[in-house]
């Protein structure tokens, strides 16, 4: 079966702009989560999304939001882009979500802010 | 609240040679464990689990871990490294937000491999 799809792979944006990743979760999953992974502070969980509700938000600024879909598939938007946004932002599926099943993560989005 | 430890950032062996990575936790609640390995350019991908039952845990490619409470430990180990093995591995605890998915990961530690 299909895997975690994210779109874009790679994206460059300007400082103070705005970017929306997207991540098409495995078919019949309904949790997706989103981290994002740095050099300096390795992987931070962002956010957590199941059945189009946030359950789980990480200490990240409200820059960063999300939602999801009524078919599972999930969105990220950060808003006034900052230079140490630039990072690999992974998105993971689940089954239903709970902290014990297995997350299969996506390939991930490149964003580089300049 | 939970955190990793992994202890190592880079570990270098020879082909054949044990491999040995080093994951401790900190947890109030009864934790969830999960090795990832993550290749150049790629997401992650799940190597094992821990949940709850038996404290050996085998898992994909070889690769295995032990479950020590009193140490509070999630060893990942292989007997025999091979070439392909060569990768970032992250150790993650799950379990104390409320039921709901969300994982911490350690810092990782970047595997060599050498002829």
């Known amino acids: 079966k299909a895997g975690v799809t994210q779109t874009p792979r790679y994206l460059i944006k300007t400082r103070g702009q705005q970017v929306t990743l997207s991540c098409s979760p495995i078919?019949?999953?309904?949790?997706v989560s989103w981290y994002q992974q740095t050099p300096g502070q390795g992987l931070q969980f962002l956010f957590e999304y199941f059945s189009e509700t946030q359950r789980n938000k990480g200490n990240f600024p409200g820059r960063f939001s999300g939602r999801q879909f009524s078919n599972s598939r999930s969105e990220m938007n950060v808003s006034t882009l900052e230079l140490g946004d630039s990072a690999l932002y992974l998105c993971a599926s689940s089954l239903v979500g709970g902290s014990n099943t297995e997350a299969f993560f996506g390939q991930g989005t490149r964003l580089t802010v300049v | 609240a939970q955190s990793v430890t992994q202890l190592g950032s880079h570990v270098s062996v020879s082909e054949g040679a044990l491999v040995l990575l080093r994951c401790n936790y900190s947890?109030?609640?009864?934790?969830?464990l999960f090795w990832y390995v993550q290749y150049p350019n790629q997401g992650l991908q799940l190597l094992l689990k821990y949940t709850t039952g038996a404290t050996l845990v085998k898992g994909i490619n070889g690769f295995e871990a032990e479950f020590k409470k009193s140490e509070t430990s999630f060893h990942l180990t292989k007997p025999s490294a091979h070439m392909s093995d060569a990768a970032e591995y992250f150790c993650?605890?799950?379990?104390?937000?409320?039921?709901?998915?969300?994982?911490?990961f350690g810092a990782g530690t970047r595997l060599a491999v050498h002829p």
């Open positions: 947890s109030s609640v009864p934790p969830y």
């Open positions: 078919s019949g999953h309904r949790s």
């Open positions: 993650a605890v799950s379990g104390d937000s409320g039921g709901y998915n969300k994982l911490i």
